[in-house]
């Protein structure tokens, strides 16, 4: 018995038997061990799952739309490495590819042939949108986008038209404001493929995107496929 209680012998409704009656600091214990008692029991009632923390997340575009066509490497900063999918979107990771985010989600284009990144300023990122290959399933791109923002946010700088994409980008690496882009014009439909166009060319821009004129010096006349 704790020595804060005491013995009583004797008492109307006790006759000789002995009564222990414990002091009000010993009943206020206690009431606090059965109060956490019957916590530990409700808790282990609704105990959690060991599966609860398990949670869906994106790791990426994978099966068809899946095909990786573009990766870029900061110059400065290996750990940052962008990835353009055939249809799958553009991925970023800063931490060389333990993560990744998806970038260019909010343009409503998924498809890229290319990625380039500026050697003068790896904050600016260029993307040509379109797939390269020919499959049943593709997706032909539209136009080139610029990011100043190491890809916070994307500007369109060229658009040829509905059927033509961009599948290459190319920067001088002695002066990051001129840049060569290959065009790529086609169209697949249930029955047929049309491989060839006017829009399919050669361009340049000496002025870091803003102006583009189309090359052809020295190059194939009429309707080209894929340069």
């Not at 260019?104 to 790896?122: H, Q, R």
């Not at 946010?153 to 060229?158: D, E, L």
């Not at 190319?170 to 060839?196: E, H, K, M, W």
């Not at 995107?209 to 006349?221: C, D, E, I, Q, V």
Request: charged residues 20%; glycine residues 12%.
């Amino acid at each position: 018995l704790p020595a804060d209680a005491r013995q009583i012998t004797g008492g109307p409704s006790t006759g000789n038997r002995s009564v222990r009656r414990i002091l009000p600091s010993v009943r206020v214990r206690a009431i606090r061990f059965a109060s956490a008692m019957l916590a530990i029991f409700a808790g282990s009632a609704t105990a959690q799952s060991p599966f609860d923390g398990l949670k869906f997340r994106s790791i990426g575009p994978a099966v068809m739309g899946g095909r990786i066509h573009a990766i870029a490497v900061d110059p400065r900063d290996n750990a940052v490495i962008y990835v353009g999918a055939a249809s799958g979107g553009m991925w970023k990771t800063t931490n060389k590819g333990t993560t990744w985010t998806p970038i260019f989600d909010a343009t409503g284009e998924n498809s890229f042939g290319d990625l380039a990144i500026s050697p003068s300023d790896p904050r600016v990122v260029w993307a040509g949108t379109g797939e390269q290959h020919i499959r049943s399933h593709i997706s032909v791109g539209q136009g080139i986008y610029k990011s100043t923002d190491a890809g916070a946010t994307w500007t369109k700088i060229k658009y040829i038209d509905e059927n033509t994409g961009f599948t290459d980008i190319a920067i001088d690496p002695s002066n990051s404001n001129v840049l060569y882009a290959a065009s790529y014009q086609r169209r697949r439909t249930s029955c047929c493929f049309n491989g060839v166009g006017p829009g399919s060319a050669l361009w340049k821009s000496e002025d870091a995107g803003r102006t583009w004129t189309k090359l052809t010096s020295g190059l194939p006349a009429g309707p080209v496929g894929r340069i």
